[in-house]
């Protein structure tokens, strides 16, 4: 283990997984800073859940290198997940065992005291009656609230999440973010992979996104925030000018009398420069959405 | 260590209510052949019987009249031992076993729970061998004790070996644990417990039937030590309280390679 793959508490590198026709993943590269949170974007078959199961030492990738804190996820998987809580899916758990004997059995095979479980059964909102239920009789939102607990109730370094909040209601989602917050103010690590894109806007600072099996970005939210595609509202003393539709990285989307809807690829400067010669009554820039970066990445080709 | 403890005791409490119903079903079949035996006359009865069998389904019971007249009522109880229901019971307990809480648990994903945390493959698939061991044992032990208690409850004519039916025991025991072997072998490969189970019953009437057969078609007699069910005489043990150490080494030896062979498709395949 090297000083700079300790400092992260995940770096993979030319991550790739084929299987017999089809390749999940191409070459991922990620470096995930210990102490972060960071959201892992994609839709259905990108290769998310791919990476998180070589991570897992759940499966093995073809080429490549995947570590967590420095140690090999798969030749060294044990001391990998030493320190490593995991969300399993709601449906593979032991349905004939209670809520209460599956933490207990979760937290006996961690090692590790579950110091957090009542914090996290308040904040889950799932009741000591719940617990003494069978898992066969719990909703899929109750059986993902014990399989959160079973993944965090230790207090784990490195919280691995695919799609934590599916199935939570509006409410419970809002204090699982703020546990999320709250462990990673500890200074643990949170990598997780939503759909949910205001969730990963609202608790992740940093992203990568993913296509096909290939990585198309790395960055913060800030910084792709920043350079990334945007949408603006300019409204004018007078008529839309014509010359607005032909600078460079903006679009004019639609006009409307003296309003125009744009869309801003990159930096605002070209935009600020352009407005500043015209005659401008009003200009809408409201913060840009994941959702339309997310979007923005979907339109273009991935990056090798 | 602690883990190690936890998903073998995880693993057969899942198990317990269907091996407690095969442990009661093997105890209630030996248990009942004692007053089968009072009932029919005792070992003239079954004797003359077994004269007007013809010699097909002799092989079935993998025995002979003459064989019946010298052994008296070692020979009779034997049969209980090799009886095809009595073996499919045994078997399929630690097939079953090894069916559900190895490739049903990957199947469903259940195995997931122990293989995100600081646990090796090689703990989880120690966890299921010591599983199969443990069954093996019991059902090793329910057969016997079985009989046992239906000959203490009747108290037929004649003498019971009870010392014989230690090297029974061992032998059964052998022979379980081999089967349960080649089925964890299944199951790392499979992953799918209805697969493991419907493949392993299968190959298991196959390995009896090619045994059977073999005793009354020579062509098949070459593939007879390829059955496992060849390294598993009842009848001779009990008869002459002899330890079959060829056959128990065998068994052990199968069982033990097609473990190892389990471990090492399982420590290096993909989870479903």
Redesign the interface.
């Known amino acids: 283990m090297t000083a700079s793959s300790a400092s992260l508490a995940i770096a993979t590198s030319g991550l790739t997984k084929r299987y017999r026709t089809n390749t999940a993943l191409d070459g991922v590269s990620l470096a995930v800073p210990a102490g972060s949170i960071y959201g892992f974007l994609g839709p259905n078959g990108a290769g998310k859940t791919t990476t998180i199961r070589i991570l897992l030492g759940f499966i093995r990738a073809t080429s490549g290198q995947a570590t967590i804190f420095g140690h090999d996820a798969w030749s060294d998987g044990v001391s990998a997940r030493r320190d490593v809580g995991y969300l399993v899916g709601p449906d593979a758990l032991y349905p004939d065992m209670t809520g209460a004997a599956l933490l207990d059995h979760a937290a006996g095979l961690s090692g590790a005291s579950p110091v957090l479980r009542t914090l996290l059964l308040d904040a889950l909102e799932l009741g000591p009656e719940a617990l003494r239920r069978r898992l066969s009789t719990y909703s899929k939102g109750m059986r993902q609230k014990v399989a959160l607990i079973s993944a965090m109730q230790h207090d784990p370094a490195l919280l691995i999440l695919d799609e934590p909040s599916d199935g939570l209601d509006p409410l419970i989602q809002r204090n699982f973010e703020e546990v999320l917050r709250a462990s990673n103010r500890r200074g643990n690590t949170v990598f997780m992979s939503s759909h949910d894109l205001p969730e990963v806007e609202r608790v992740c600072e940093q992203v990568a996104i993913v296509r096909g099996g290939k990585l198309l970005a790395e960055e913060s939210i800030a910084d792709l925030a920043r350079i990334h595609r945007r949408q603006a509202t300019v409204l004018f003393n007078g008529p839309v000018p014509e010359r607005l539709g032909g600078a460079p990285g903006i679009r004019v989307l639609s006009t409307s009398g003296p309003r125009a809807e744009l869309e801003i690829d990159g930096e605002i400067g070209p935009l600020l420069t352009l407005l500043a010669g015209l005659d401008v009554a009003d200009l809408l820039l409201p913060p840009p959405r994941l959702e339309d970066i997310f979007m923005g990445f979907y339109g273009s080709e991935p990056r090798a | 260590m602690?883990?190690l403890h936890?998903?073998t005791g995880?693993a057969l409490l899942?198990w317990l209510p269907a091996l407690a119903g095969l442990l009661i079903l093997i105890f209630m079949f030996e248990i009942v052949q004692a007053p089968v035996i009072e009932a029919v006359g005792g070992a003239e009865g079954l004797s003359a019987i077994m004269e007007r069998i013809p010699p097909a389904l002799r092989a079935f019971a993998r025995t002979r009249p003459e064989f019946m007249a010298m052994t008296s009522i070692a020979g009779y109880l034997s049969l209980g031992f090799i009886h095809p229901l009595y073996l499919i019971l045994a078997t399929s307990a630690s097939i079953g076993f090894a069916a559900r809480t190895l490739a049903g648990e990957m199947d469903?994903?259940?195995i997931?729970?122990?293989?995100?945390?600081?646990?090796?493959r090689g703990s989880v698939y120690l966890s299921r061998v010591i599983g199969v061991a443990v069954i093996s044992l019991l059902v090793a032990l329910a057969g016997p004790a079985g009989m046992l208690a239906g000959w203490a409850a009747v108290r037929p004519s004649g003498e019971i070996p009870v010392a014989h039916f230690m090297p029974l025991a061992v032998n059964t025991f052998a022979l379980c644990w081999a089967a349960g072997g080649i089925a964890l072998l299944g199951a790392a490969w499979a992953a799918q417990a209805g697969r493991v189970l419907g493949w392993g019953l299968a190959i298991f009437i196959l390995m009896y039937f090619v045994d059977y057969f073999a005793s009354i078609w020579a062509m098949l007699r070459p593939f007879q030590p390829l059955s496992l069910f060849n390294w598993f005489d009842p009848g001779a043990i009990l008869v002459t309280g002899a330890w079959p150490w060829l056959d128990i080494a065998v068994l052990l030896i199968v069982g033990f390679v097609a473990t190892l062979g389990g471990y090492v498709v399982f420590r290096?395949r993909?989870?479903p």
């Open positions: 602690n883990a936890r998903m995880r899942r469903r994903g259940t997931q729970i122990a293989l995100s945390r600081p646990v090796s290096d993909d989870l």
